[in-house]
């Protein structure tokens, strides 16, 4: 992972909440808020909240004397999360590290995080963390992209923007949020972080849009592949997204879309 693959700032945040988030977040939030209220915490701890789909699926589950902080590492992210998120005493956001979280040892039931472990530089480091702000029986709960060939938009996207610059095709979307699917790696990793039981299930969802454009200014211009494009050709964003839409549209058809995205979702237990 390169160090700007972090940088979600400038018009991402809106356009990855416009775009990127029904695209392929939703589904898997609903999953994952399912799972972390099934384990029925009392004081939750979310890293790498992104933009808060987790944080407003999680919270109407949760009881009315529970407490939810929900931390990322962007400000802008979690700020435009907030700005999303109806009034609510329980939450509270707050700018953090996931590899040097800002909490006692022991103080949640659940820590949970969606998507984010694949940004983590060192996730060792990350999983001890977690490890260490758990109590006794607590849990970890997160999930993964699968391999970008088991994503079929991400991969058609990847795919089309190598035609636009052959040279030096932007591969952020198979480096870093693809780019961690090894579950024997994940299981040894958070095995050597302490955890104590470790269960993974791969889930395929649907992602779905109304038109093949709406993937293509997805991933083109709400996320980190955007800063790629730029670093290439500032001028050339709009051909990239329309060279990728055209890409989808080729293989789906002109009207609504639909295409199989896939994860792996993790429990790990203290």
């Known amino acids: 992972m390169l160090e700007t693959d972090k940088v979600f700032a400038g018009s991402i945040p ?5 775009y990127m988030v029904p695209l392929i977040f939703e589904p898997f939030a609903a999953d994952l808020a399912r799972r972390a209220a099934s384990l029925s915490p009392s004081a939750v701890l979310e890293t790498a909240a992104g933009t808060g789909v987790v944080t407003r699926a999680l919270a109407p589950k949760l009881p009315p004397d529970a407490s939810y902080v929900v931390t990322d590492l962007n400000q802008p992210m979690l700020d435009h999360a907030a700005s999303r998120q109806g009034p609510d005493s329980r939450v509270q956001w ?10 006692e040892n022991a103080a949640f039931d659940l820590v949970c995080c969606q998507f984010g472990a694949m940004f983590f530089p060192d996730r060792p480091s990350a999983y001890r963390e977690a490890r260490r702000v758990l109590k006794p029986g607590g849990h970890f709960l997160f999930n993964v992209w699968d391999r970008i060939e088991e994503n079929v938009f991400a991969d058609e996207v990847t795919n089309a923007l190598a035609e636009i610059f052959p040279n030096d095709p932007p591969r952020f979307l198979a480096r870093t949020p693809h780019g961690y699917h090894d579950i024997a790696l994940i299981r040894s990793e958070l095995e ?8 993974i299930e791969t889930r395929a969802e649907q992602s779905r849009a109304s038109s093949p454009r709406i993937p ?15 670093a290439r050709d500032a001028g050339k964003l709009e051909a ?3 060279h990728a839409a055209s890409a989808i549209a080729d293989r789906h058809g002109s009207g609504a879309v639909a295409a199989k995205i896939q994860a792996h979702v993790i429990v790990a237990a203290v």
């Open 216 to 230: 293509a200014v997805a991933y083109c211009q709400g996320t980190v592949l955007r800063s790629e494009i730029e």
């Open 240 to 242: 990239a997204t329309d």
């Open 192 to 199: 050597g972080a302490g955890f104590s039981s470790v269960v």
């Open 94 to 103: 707050r700018q953090a590290d996931a590899l040097a979280l800002p909490f």
């Open 14 to 18: 809106e356009n990855y909440d416009r």
